[in-house]
Every structure is written in C-alpha cells, then in structure tokens.
C-alpha cells in the first residue's frame, strides 16, 4: 500500500515536471540562423506539392544543399477548410498527396519542411489562422511530420502579441516534434524585447521589395528595398538581442529576384552579417549560375554561420559608405565595406588610424599592436593590416573581408 502512495506520488511530480517543460521552446534548433527556401517571394498564394517537390530537387542538384541550405518552406495559402473537428486541412486540389506525403519527400531528400500559419483568425492572405487552435494545429503539424513554422500576425485585432506567440510555442512543444519556431510580427511589438524565450527568430521589420532603396506601397503599408530595411531599426542597435537560438529576421532574401548583380551580392553579404536566417525566396530550378554562386558563397555563409553567433555592428556610418564588424569565433572578424551609392566610391581604410572596441562583446583591435591576414571573400584578394586597404567599390557593391590574426 505504502508503495502505491509512493509511485502515486512520483507520478504527479513527473507530470508537473513535464508540464513545467512547456514553459520553454525547443532547444538546439536555431544555435546558428535558419538557411532554407521559402515560396512567397517568388510564388506568392501559387503553391502547389509539384513545384514544392520541384524546390527540394533543385535544393540538392543547384549544391545550396552542400551549401548549408536545409529548409524548404511553404508560405501562405498552402491551407483547405478545417474539418468538422476543426482539424486544419491541406488544400486537396494543390496539394493531392497531402503534407505528411510531401514531408517524407522532403525528409527522404535530407532537408526539411516548413510551414505557415498565422495567430489571428485568418492569415494575410486570408485562410484560417491558428487563433484558438493553437493545440490542435502544433499537434497536426507534428503528425505531419512539419520541422519549421512561420507564425504571422494578421488579423489578431488586439490580442496580446507575447500571449498569443507565447501560446503558440507552449502547444508546439506539447506536440512534441522539435519544430523551429519563426515569429514574424514585422517588429510591430519589439519582439526583440520578448521573444529571445519564445521563438528561434523574429522578423525585426515589415516585408521585403527587390529593390535597392525603394519602399512599394500596398495602401496601408509598405515593402522595404534593402537599404531601407537595413536602416529602419538602425537606432535600436538590435545586435544587442540577438545569440545562439534567437535571431533578428531581416525577412526573406530577394536574391536572384530582380536586383542587379552587385546589389544582389550586398544583400545576401549583409544578411549574412547581420545573423538573419538566410532564407532565398527566388526559383531554385531556374536561377542564373551568377545567382546560384553568390548564395552558394561557402565563405560569406561561414560569417552567418559563425558558432560566436554575433551580429555585425555599424562601425562607419559616412554617407555612401557604411563598413560593418562582425567579431568571428577564433579572434577572428569580418569587416563589409559597401558602397550605398551611384558611383565607385573610391576609398583608403588605415587600419592603424581606425581602432575598433565592441562594446557587446568586449573585444577591440589595436592594429598598432596586433596584425591580421584579410582575405577579400568574393574576389579572392589576400593582405594584411601593416598596409592601408585601397578600395574602389562599384556602386551598390560590397568588400567582404576576413581578418585572421597572425602570431
Ligand atoms: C505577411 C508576411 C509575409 C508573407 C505574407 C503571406 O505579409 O510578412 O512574409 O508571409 O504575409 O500572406
């Protein structure tokens, strides 16, 4: 009898244990930024199982898989009805085989399936959002067999953001499968403020436009060209929310979508340097070879995929040009110079004259005492810092150099 109380006893604080558990999203998924597809650059609501499979292919062939790239997901309009339970279902026209089919597809290719949902009533494009769901939907997608979600924010009226993102990691980790969460509320909320515990990444800004410095408008609000979305937050100094697990989201790239060769190289540098999920949103099947090597970049993918997981600061903010630091694992760093202008900017960098001190971090570079190797990332120039850098940046181009110590 004695024993039965004792086992009876044992039972409940288990369970309290596990329940405590949900109070915390899964570990381990996001130690460095996300790096996948998603559709809705590219394809806006025309998704469909075929081109999804199509996606994870050129995934692997186009290399982006060896590259690092893992994700394939599925944005908006990918939804049907609920059922009579209230079960979300796959849209049966565009998506015959149903997602758990299409899951193993993905799984069987080694990547991973993403998906989208939203927490208000209906998504932005107007299908049925998570709100009041939320456990039933997680419980799905696990079964599902769904390693990503992208959680949106239209039509929440005033719900209570940290609330409602909040629910939505609790019923994910009830569901069990370790799924990557990804908030996307476009910074409305400062999520940067409270999300570090909730989700693997939040969207610092409104959406993405390709284009270099125009912002297109929807009525309402706005797509953001790259400088401006670089610049929005520039005074929230954001790098100061961001580590291993929880990332700022500069939204998903537009590589390969329009932009010109250099512009496109600048962007995809730049998120690399920022820690943003590098996420491309172009037709893997069809891209240009120029495409193709500037996002399969092994070494600009390193500086994002650092394990010190530190975001770049802006270090020189000077009209044109803007030059980033990020302070690499090792003793290492990278330093982004881009020019933000029409012309060649035409510029010489005196290492001795420009000391550097990271407040965040703690670690600075005295170039009088200390030398490093560079190594220009994308046109392969080697040297060191005993010599001033002579720089002619195209217009809208970048140099992307790593520094190495030398003993
Ligand atoms: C919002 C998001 C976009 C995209 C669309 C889908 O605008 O910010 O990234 O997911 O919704 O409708």
């Known amino acids: 009898m004695k024993l039965l109380w004792i086992k009876c006893l044992l039972a409940v604080v288990l369970s309290a244990v596990t329940c405590l558990s949900f109070a915390e999203k899964f570990a381990g998924l996001a130690d460095t930024p996300a790096m996948g597809w998603n559709s809705w650059n590219t394809f806006d609501c025309d998704v469909d199982e075929s081109m999804i499979r199509d996606m994870a292919d050129a995934m692997v062939d186009t290399g982006m898989k060896d590259a690092g790239y893992t994700y394939i997901n599925i944005d908006d309009c990918w939804h049907g009805e609920r059922d009579a339970k209230g079960n979300i279902q796959v849209n049966k026209e565009r998506f015959p085989s149903g997602m758990k089919a299409l899951a193993d597809y993905v799984h069987s290719k080694g990547l991973k399936l993403g998906i989208y949902s939203d927490a208000g009533n209906t998504t932005c494009a107007g299908y049925p959002g998570s709100r009041g769901h939320e456990y039933q939907d997680a419980k799905t997608y696990a079964a599902w067999g769904i390693d990503y979600l992208k959680y949106d924010w239209c039509d929440t009226e005033n719900i209570n953001p940290i609330g409602a993102y909040t629910t939505m990691r609790d019923a994910l980790k009830a569901a069990g499968r370790p799924i990557l969460y990804s908030i996307c509320e476009w910074g409305d909320n400062q999520p940067w403020e409270w999300a570090q515990d909730i989700g693997h990444s939040w969207r610092a800004t409104g959406d993405i436009y390709p284009c270099w410095d125009c912002a297109y408008g929807w009525g309402s609000w706005s797509s953001l060209g790259v400088l401006k979305i670089l610049d929005i937050r520039k005074d929230l100094r954001l ?52 495409t193709r090597k500037i996002l399969t970049n092994k070494d600009i993918v390193a500086l994002n995929q650092d394990p010190a997981g530190v975001e770049a600061m802006r270090y020189i903010d000077a009209g044109d040009l803007n030059v980033f630091l990020k302070p690499l694992a090792n003793g290492e760093w990278a330093f982004l110079f881009l020019n933000r202008g029409d012309d060649t900017l035409e510029y010489t960098h005196d290492w001795q004259f420009n000391l550097v001190k990271d407040d965040l971090t703690g670690r600075s570079i005295d170039f009088n005492h200390e030398t490093f190797a560079w190594r220009d990332l994308w046109q392969g120039g080697k040297g060191d810092t005993n010599r001033n850098l002579e720089l002619a940046i195209p217009p809208h181009d970048v140099v992307v150099l790593r520094l190495t110590p030398i003993k």
């Not at 990332?247 to 250099?262: C, Q, R, T």
């Open 239 to 290: 790098r100061q929310y961001a580590g291993p697990g929880h990332w700022n989201d500069y939204d998903m790239m537009e590589v390969g979508n329009g932009m010109s060769e250099a512009e496109d190289r600048s962007h995809f540098s730049l998120w690399a340097m920022l820690n943003s999920p590098l996420i491309a949103g172009n037709d893997l099947r069809s891209m240009s070879e120029a």
